[in-house]
């Protein structure tokens, strides 16, 4: 992964290079600086790179955006200009500059732990690997490090007015390692390793009891205990089955589940 961002990150500033030349647009006209006695020249820098940030012009935005970071060290924008050079990739949300983000947060909580802003960059920075997911079938090494993130913003900023934000995330990234989890118990069922499948179903409902999909759980983990035909296995059975009504008043799993019910107490 260090190889990668190290390219990712010449590349990008080769790009830069080219594009823009100070602080042009790219493909646009030049965006001069502000004649003497009007704006400062670092708060036109940051009303700029704002302005092409809310209009999804990324590369202009963190043109002028690391113009401030680079020019004015002692700028009072200069910190909230480090988090638009951050914005402005995750905006352009590709595989590339999505690790270009998680880098530029990372930095900014190095640099400035107690900015009042920091609870913000930890937030992008489990956005940014929450952006890099993938399905439920593959790999779910991005879903783990989204978590991790997520979970240390909860740890570390429990009052901000971005954890209702971040909660939902962690929910969907929660559910995508969950689910992951269940289709390999479900693969167990299916080749008929019974016990493996039994162990992944338990390990999901343990690990992740707020599982959004855990009715499916419950039905196979029930259909799998069943299959084991001992009468200790199918009175386990039974709760599983019977928790899909109680818990999901609308669940596609019901109607088969009444039907094992009433077969298991037949």
């Not at 646009?28 to 012009?57: C, I, T, W, Y």
């Not at 299959?227 to 599983?240: D, V």
Request: glycine content about 6%; overall charge positive; some cysteine.
């Amino acid at each position: 992964m260090t190889s990668r961002l190290a390219v990712v990150r010449a590349l990008a500033l080769l790009l830069a290079a080219v594009c823009l030349a100070g602080v042009a647009g790219c493909g646009g006209k030049k965006s001069k600086l502000p004649a003497a006695g009007s704006v400062e020249p670092d708060q036109f820098l940051m009303d700029h790179g704002n302005d092409a940030l809310a209009k999804k012009r990324w590369l202009t935005a963190r043109e002028y955006f690391k113009k401030l970071v680079d020019t004015y060290p002692q700028s009072q924008y200069r910190q909230d200009a480090k988090l638009g050079v951050g914005d402005s990739y995750l905006g352009e949300n590709t595989l590339e500059s999505n690790i270009l983000a998680a880098n530029e947060f990372k930095e900014f909580l190095t640099y400035y732990p107690l900015n009042p802003r920091a609870d913000y960059a930890q937030y992008k920075v489990g956005l940014a690997h929450f952006k890099q997911m993938l399905s439920a079938e593959r790999d779910q090494t991005e879903t783990k490090e989204a978590l991790k993130e997520f979970d240390r913003f909860l740890q570390v900023y429990p009052n901000s007015a971005l954890r209702p934000e971040v909660e939902k995330y962690r929910r969907e990234a929660r559910d995508r390692l969950s689910e992951h989890e269940f289709r390999v118990g479900l693969g167990y069922l299916r080749q008929r390793w019974v016990p493996g499948a039994i162990g992944r179903f338990k390990g999901v409902l343990q690990d992740d009891p707020q599982y959004s999909g855990r009715d499916a759980v419950y039905f196979y983990l029930a259909e799998a205990l069943a299959k084991l035909g001992t009468t200790e296995s199918k009175n386990e059975a039974l709760p599983y089955y019977e928790r899909i009504g109680a818990e999901f008043e609308k669940s596609s799993y019901s109607e088969k589940a009444k039907k094992r019910i009433a077969d298991l107490k037949r």
